[in-house]
């Protein structure tokens, strides 16, 4: 049973250039969630998509954008990059209001250098 | 605004000793506290506490959620090196399945 992918696991980028960043979810999940996870921080909540809608959004600029296509899957999507993007941005996926298992199951990451 | 804080941000402590790792939050639609461990890359699941004053436990782990006082904490006991790790605690919302978390207990094991 595949658990979360995500791709690439790395990428850099100048600044000012565009990204996209991939994921996967786990089989039998219908939402996908990012986050950015910034050097010693804790994951910060970007969005959240179900049935291909942004369901929810944290406090980030209109710079990230995202997607989820008809099969679930998703992509972050962050425009005119700064240094600051500079994180590992988590893919998570749940089955929206699931019971008493654990609601996110996590990718390992991309990581993102902005030079 | 919806918070969550950990404390202590970092902690050293020799093999064999018993830590625990505190979690306070305000949430204005809480239903669950969640605690995470993450080593390199992807967090780990650990607990999911939803009743106040249950203990949940987990070989040499346990957590405890106070909802009266809102807190948490998350205890290791007889603690091996691989337990080195970041120790995260998040909050689901009770709307949706949005998590927002704390920004982590770092935890190293010394041997």
């Known amino acids: 049973d595949a658990g979360v992918t995500q791709s690439p696991t790395h990428l850099i980028k100048t600044r000012g250039q565009q990204v996209t960043l991939r994921c996967s979810p786990k089989?039998?999940?219908?939402?996908v969630s990012w986050y950015q996870q910034a050097l010693g921080q804790g994951p910060q909540f970007i969005f959240q998509?179900?049935?291909?809608?942004?369901?929810q959004r944290g406090n980030f600029p209109d710079r990230f954008s995202g997607h989820q296509f008809p099969n679930y899957s998703s992509e972050l999507n962050v425009n005119a990059l700064l240094l600051g993007d500079s994180a590992l941005y988590l893919c998570?996926?749940?089955?929206?209001?699931?019971?008493?298992?654990?609601?996110?199951?996590f990718g390992n990451g991309t990581r993102l250098t902005v030079t | 605004e919806d918070k969550v804080v950990q404390s202590p941000l970092s902690l050293v402590v020799h093999e064999g000793d018993t830590v625990t790792l505190n979690c306070s939050y305000e949430?204005?639609?809480?239903?669950?506290l969640l605690w995470y461990k993450q080593e390199k890359k992807a967090p780990t699941f650990l607990f999911m506490l939803?009743?106040?004053?249950i203990e949940k436990k987990s070989g040499r782990l346990s957590s405890i959620l106070d909802k009266k006082e809102l807190f948490s904490i998350l205890n290791i006991t007889a603690t091996q090196t691989g337990d080195s790790a970041v120790y995260l605690c998040?909050?689901?919302?009770?709307?949706?399945?949005?998590?927002?978390f704390g920004k982590g207990t770092r935890l190293h094991i010394l041997p």
């Open positions: 998570a996926s749940s089955r929206l209001y699931q019971g008493n298992n654990s609601p996110l199951h």
């Open positions: 089989s039998g999940h219908d939402t």
């Open positions: 998509y179900y049935e291909e809608e942004e369901r």
């Open positions: 949430v204005t639609n809480f239903r669950s």
């Open positions: 939803t009743s106040s004053g």
């Open positions: 998040a909050f689901l919302e009770s709307r949706d399945d949005k998590i927002i």
